[in-house]
């Protein structure tokens, strides 16, 4: 079975400071790794994602991810923060078998301060 | 979102109403998801149609029921549901080969209050 782990309900971080949300995976197999982001009332908006190439996946907004298969890990990172970044955000999993369907972290909510 | 739409934006119904989700894709995309969301637990996947086939169903109560009529247009009909039935449902939408299979594209959302 496929899970993903995001450890933290809340980051909190003032604006123009860098800001990292983490996101650790368990799959069989080679990782297909998302970030969505949800604003209020919203659905869920596409980021970034990592299907295979270079560990270090740049998205939309001036996000990034690092894919690092050793931790197993894909944190969402950001060079300065926005107020309007503020938001929910979802890192999600699938295996690469074909078979699958993404497994869906419970949040992380990011809350970026002026 | 304006690739993926969903009507009605809110609903309250009772419990002995029927009524019906609809969400359409303008994607070209040929795989359709419902996905549940409640507060503070992680988004739960209810059913899956992949060329208007159903592939998926996860342990869904049977007062939801899916209707796939085109790869463009996926319904969810309610009947009879609860008050935990009450949460966010989304519908999302996906190409199963490509260059950008694997990416779910989701709409804003059907906010549905059950009294």
């Known amino acids: 079975a496929q899970s993903v782990a995001q450890p933290e309900d809340q980051v909190n971080v003032a604006e123009g400071n860098p800001l990292t949300v983490k996101c650790t995976y368990s799959?069989?197999?080679?990782?297909?790794l998302f970030w969505y982001v949800q604003y209020p009332n919203r659905g869920l908006q596409f980021l970034l994602k990592?299907?295979?190439?270079?560990?270090l996946v740049k998205g939309s907004y001036g996000f990034e991810a690092e894919f690092n298969k050793s931790q197993t890990s894909f944190h969402l990172k950001k060079p300065s923060a926005l107020v309007s970044d503020s938001a929910l955000y979802f890192c999600?999993?699938?295996?690469?078998?074909?078979?699958?369907?993404?497994?869906f972290g419970k949040g992380t909510m990011l809350l970026v301060s002026p | 979102e304006t690739g993926v739409t969903q009507t009605p934006r809110h609903l309250v119904m009772g419990m002995t109403n029927k009524k019906s989700l609809k969400c359409e894709q303008h994607?070209?995309?040929?795989?359709m998801y419902w996905y549940k969301q409640s507060a503070k637990k992680p988004l739960e996947l209810m059913f899956v149609y992949n060329f208007k086939e159903q592939t998926e169903n996860n342990s869904v109560p049977s007062r939801f029921s899916p209707e796939c009529p085109n790869s463009s247009h996926l319904f969810l009909h309610l009947h009879t549901l609860q008050p935990e039935d009450s949460a966010l449902y989304l519908c999302a939408s996906s190409q199963t080969s490509g260059r950008d299979q694997e990416t779910q594209y989701f709409g804003p959302g059907t906010r549905l209050l059950v009294l």
């Open positions: 799959v069989s197999g080679n990782p297909y």
């Open positions: 990592y299907i295979t190439g270079d560990n």
């Open positions: 994607l070209g995309h040929n795989a």
């Open positions: 999600a999993v699938r295996d690469n078998s074909g078979y699958s369907t993404l497994t």
